[in-house]
């Protein structure tokens, strides 16, 4: 019966693991004095030197290297096996001898064939979680294969790309001020009271036009931003690009002029109010790592789809029946 020549079983993890495991700690033995040290004798001679190991005879690849029961390996045979590992088991078969590798391999190999000769690969079952697995390691497989097949981007396609979303490829330097509905400690200690909707509204709304009027929004930033991070910064939240913001956030952002003061933009930890510092367009050499990233993941996506399309899904509603919505809920406890 051949072995295959890729496999994945959980259980040969468990063999590895099993064979790092260290035996159980025996007693130290108390430590042997030790030996008066030799005394030099007149007509002493040193025993003759030990003979060198014979060197290891060549192993071509078609000898046979290991026997487990009615199966042989050769040596090509053995070493594909080992080059065939899955990941998983790469590292720690990495770890071990050969000899080590060939102790664990022939345990795991014992036990499959004493599951066959009980038929445990005969069942229903068995057969059915067999059929899965294989299916699973193609599908990875496949998946792999695509991944890398994608990876190849041209510059003409980044240049494409840039060209055709030049007005998507803008920066802009911001400052910002947080009017938090729950504000952090004061440097007196002590817990604020929590902020209402209306309440953030009306004080975001008169930290702008304080600012309209003249006051500087740094200086505005350090007193009263609730945000601990770019507050004592003067509000400074550096350079950010299209798609790295909330979209309500971003449109605002990049929908005013420069020095200008935006809106209350209400978020879900309180109200922000920005200053545009400035607005430029990103260099092609800036955006390429981005664009490189979305082209590859546009690829996959399209592949997979075209996979889909190929296969095509069919449900019977009869069977496939969502269940009501009370159910998805989790339950409390």
Known sequence: MKFPQAFSC??????????????????????????????????????????????????????IVLTIGADTFTREKFESIMKAL??????????????????????????????EKEKMDQ?????????????????QLAFNQISQRNQVITDDQIKAYYTAHAGEQQQAKIRGILVSFNPP?????????????????ALATELREKIVKGADFAAVAKESSDEQETGPKGGDMGTVKRGQLPPNIEKTIFSLKVKEISQPVPEVSGLYIFQLED?????????????????LQQATIGTLEKVKADYPIKLNDDYFVDPPPNMLAPKKP
């Open 10 to 63: 959980a259980l040969f993890l468990a063999v590895l693991s099993f064979a790092q495991t260290p035996a159980t700690p025996q007693a130290t033995p108390a430590p042997k004095p030790s030996p008066p040290a030799m005394q030099a004798v007149p007509d002493y001679k040193p025993n003759p030197a030990v003979p060198p190991a014979p060197a290891a005879k060549p192993v071509n690849p078609e000898d």
């Open 86 to 115: 899955p990941p998983a088991f790469q590292q720690q078969a990495a770890q071990m001898s050969k000899k080590q590798f060939a102790g664990q391999f022939a345990m795991m190999l014992s036990l499959a064939r004493a599951a």
């Open 123 to 139: 069942t229903p079952q068995v057969k059915e979680q067999l059929e899965f697995q294989r299916l699973q390691f193609l599908a």
């Open 185 to 201: 400690k004061g440097k007196d200690g002590k817990e604020p009271k929590g902020r209402t909707e209306d309440e953030a509204k």
């Open 279 to 295: 607005l430029r367009e990103t260099t092609l050499a800036e955006a390429t790592p981005g664009i490189r990233s979305t082209l």
